[in-house]
Nanobody, 124 residues
Framework: QVQVVESGGGLVQAGGSLRLSCAAS????????MGWFRQAPGKEREFIAAISWPGASTIYQDSVKGRFTISVDNAKNTVYLQVNSLKSEDTAVYYC?????????????????WGQGTQVTISS
C-alpha cells in the first residue's frame, strides 16, 4: 500500500507561480513512476506530467510544456510540479498519482494510488 499526499496549492494571480509537492509513503519500490493530473469543475481529469524512477524520464501534456516542470527527489520520496505563468484556465484540483511500474503513462487508469488533491485557483 502507498499513501500519496499533495500540498502547495492556493490562490494565485494570473502570471504567478506555484510549486506543488507530492509525498509518497508506505511500501517502497525500487522503480516507479508518478504523475500529476488536474480536474476542473465539470471536466474530466486530465494528464499534466509524469516522471519515472530511476532515470527521471519525463512526459508532459503539450499544453503545459514550457510552463510546468516535474521533478523528483527520491531520497524524500517526493515529486514536485513547478507551475509558472499561470492562467485562469489552470484553475483546477491538482492530483498526484503513483504507479508501481516505471513505464510512463498518460492514462488515469494506469495509476495505482491517488492523493486527495490540492486546489489551485488563478485570479485574473
Amino acid at each position: 500500500q502507498v499513501q500519496v499526499v499533495e500540498s502547495g496549492g492556493g490562490l494565485v494571480q494570473a502570471g504567478g507561480s506555484l510549486r506543488l509537492s507530492c509525498a509518497a509513503s508506505g511500501r517502497a519500490f525500487s522503480s516507479y513512476s508518478m504523475g500529476w493530473f488536474r480536474q476542473a469543475p465539470g471536466k474530466e481529469r486530465e494528464f499534466i506530467a509524469a516522471i519515472s524512477w530511476p532515470g527521471a524520464s519525463t512526459i508532459y501534456q503539450d499544453s503545459v510544456k514550457g510552463r510546468f516542470t516535474i521533478s523528483v527527489d527520491n531520497a524524500k520520496n517526493t515529486v514536485y510540479l513547478q507551475v509558472n505563468s499561470l492562467k485562469s484556465e489552470d484553475t483546477a484540483v491538482y492530483y498526484c498519482a503513483f504507479r508501481i511500474w516505471a513505464r510512463l503513462s498518460y492514462s488515469v487508469g494506469q495509476y495505482d494510488y491517488w492523493g486527495q488533491g490540492t486546489q489551485v485557483t488563478i485570479s485574473s
